[in-house]
């Protein structure tokens, strides 16, 4: 039976009825299947201290274990402290790792200092999750040292969130901010700037957390036209150390969302095989290394019709191994500078205007998929389709932000910030796309050049000198 069918015959009325008759509900238990037994354990909501306990006692008999534990999960509604035994003997010894894991969370939930020596016991369990959840029962008596010094022995423990926890509650926050600027405020020479050379030299002179958000697609390895690179490894090189000087820019928890796709390098000729190179996947480890943690990835797909056609041998032969299929998608991987604060402190760094003027209304994608045509320019190859920035910068900025794209190319990301109310600083080796960015954005006239938003161009000697000037 599915859940809709469930809740038309067993509706609240019939549940509070079950709570309220032990003996209708023992009955009850012996005629349903697991589905309905399961289903009834979650819906049975709040649990008054004088409940009567049989029911949920023997179900913890049950084989199921989805059935045990939730079971398990109402017991401890009632803060107990006489069900301690229970919840030890199946924190314990129940063969599932889910059922533990729930009797130690019902042994913390009695916040009793009673059930302090369990909790000790379960720190040492070879299931992680087992100990988070005595973890978060001590934590109720942090303040007592002999518990601090217990969970600070867990500071070498080998896994990395628990590991991160007992920082955080030993340590304090462990993030030291460079900056003394407010974190809804960046650097005024950076403002609507666009800087013709080297992302690497022009990095050298933006402060530590300038940034809001990074959005940017980097050079495609030796795929197009530009940046010709000796191999893969001094590309790979030349991004990580890009991506490093991101991360210093960054705002403390900001966003940097980077768009890539594996490449195909052709064949030199039939005797010889074409090269795909995984670029997404190589570029991953050293992100995380460096301190940006992942948050998530999505899909940017395109209509078949608009990529390469992979499929004329196989379409032939039909032989296997020699299946290729067509590449319809872009990775957009979104990462956060690590931080231990959570997002709503992020959030809290702006007034309560700010935060009501850059929420997202309406319709928007809640996939991680993203349908979106490419888009094609006169000057450029490999140009932002605007509508992937202009989600990009709605989803992970506010007003006011500015966004970075080291990477600028025709400077799309430029033209969509302006046009969402946000500021921006770009950086584009070529003067022909520099060109490009400036003929687009005369266009948007009105946006880029009313009298506090005017777009300012420099060469690298001149952005040195103004970053001197005006920080
Ligand atoms: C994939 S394109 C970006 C296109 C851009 N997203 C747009 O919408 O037009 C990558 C760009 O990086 C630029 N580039 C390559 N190496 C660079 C470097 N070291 N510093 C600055 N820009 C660089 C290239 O000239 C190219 O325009």
């Not at 969302?257 to 480890?285: E, F, G, Q």
């Not at 045509?373 to 500015?402: Q, T």
């Amino acid at each position: 039976m599915n859940r809709t069918l469930f809740s038309k015959q067993i509706n609240k009325e019939m549940i509070d009825g079950l709570k309220n008759d032990t003996q209708a509900f023992l009955a009850f238990l012996q005629n349903q299947n697991d589905g309905t037994i399961v289903y009834v354990l979650e819906k049975l909501g709040h649990l008054e201290n004088d409940y009567s306990r049989e029911p949920l006692l023997n179900l913890l008999n049950n084989r199921n274990k989805n059935i045990r534990a939730l079971s398990l999960k109402n017991l401890a509604k009632m803060v107990d402290i006489s069900l301690l035994s229970v919840f030890i003997k199946y924190a314990g010894n129940d063969e599932s790792a889910e059922v533990r894991r729930e009797a130690v969370s019902a042994i913390g939930r009695l916040r009793n200092e009673k059930a302090i020596p369990a909790l000790i016991n379960f720190l040492i369990d070879s299931d992680p999750k087992v100990v988070m959840q005595a973890i978060r029962g001590l934590l109720v008596f942090a303040s007592r040292l002999d518990i601090k010094q217990k969970l600070k022995k867990l500071l070498n423990h080998p896994n990395e969130l628990i590991k991160e926890v007992i920082n955080k509650e030993v340590n304090g926050f462990s993030y030291k901010s460079n900056s003394a600027q407010r974190h809804d405020e960046f650097p005024y020479f950076l403002k609507n700037t666009v800087v013709q050379g080297d992302v690497q030299e022009a990095l050298k002179y933006v402060p530590d957390e300038s940034v809001h958000l990074t959005f940017t697609s980097p050079p495609y390895y030796n795929a197009r036209d530009y940046s010709i690179y000796q191999s893969y490894d001094e590309y790979l090189n030349f991004l990580e150390k890009v991506f490093k000087e991101v991360h210093r820019v960054t705002k403390e928890g900001r966003f940097f969302i980077l768009n890539t796709s594996p490449i195909i390098i052709p064949r030199i000729s039939r005797a010889h095989a074409s090269k795909r190179y995984p670029i997404p996947y190589d570029i991953h480890p050293f992100l995380v290394k460096m301190g940006w943690e992942f948050i998530d990835d999505i899909v940017w797909v395109k209509p078949e019709a608009c990529v390469k056609n992979r499929n004329a041998g196989f379409l032939q032969h039909r032989k296997p191994l020699g299946y290729k299929p067509n590449a319809v998608t872009e990775m957009l991987m979104v990462y956060r500078k690590k931080t231990d604060k959570l997002l709503d402190w992020n959030m809290h760094q702006y007034n309560w205007d700010k935060v009501k003027r850059s929420k997202v209304l309406g319709k928007y994608e809640t996939m991680n998929v993203w349908r979106i045509d490419p888009a094609f320019d006169k000057v450029h190859s490999a140009v932002f389709p605007i509508e992937i920035c202009n989600r990009v910068i709605r989803f992970y900025s506010f007003v006011g932000d500015l966004i970075f794209d080291p990477f600028a190319g025709s400077g799309t990301l430029g033209r969509a910030a302006a046009n969402l109310d946000r500021y921006f600083f770009l950086t584009e080796k070529e003067q022909k796309y520099i060109n490009r960015i400036q003929e687009s954005l005369c266009k948007d006239n009105n946006l880029f050049n009313s009298k506090n938003n005017q777009s300012i161009f420099l060469d690298i000697k001149k952005f040195t000198s103004l970053s001197k000037e005006k920080i």
